[in-house]
């Protein structure tokens, strides 16, 4: 298992996180570059979010959620937290 931020994911909120992110991503027909861009996150770290290997700061997640067009809760809902 990858590590994160120095402990363990055990209940796999952060894998949840970055597939309700990939999802939302992919809905809007963006790549993970374009996504990364435009919510002024570096592409390799964008990368590590969707596959659940960093703990999100809630900055991050705010970003995220205006280049998604949607409110950090929404995230936070799709991937049932």
Known sequence: MPRVSGTTD?????????E??????KALN????????????????MGKI?????NV???NVAKLA???SCRPSDLLLDAGL
């Open 10 to 18: 055990k209940n796999h909120l952060l894998v949840s996180l970055g």
């Open 57 to 59: 700061t809630m900055l």
């Open 50 to 54: 969707e596959r659940g290997e960093r």
């Open 30 to 45: 963006l790549s993970q570059e374009a996504l990364a861009d435009h919510a002024g996150i570096d592409r390799s770290h």
């Open 66 to 68: 205006v280049a998604l």
């Open 20 to 25: 309700a992110v990939r999802a939302r991503r």
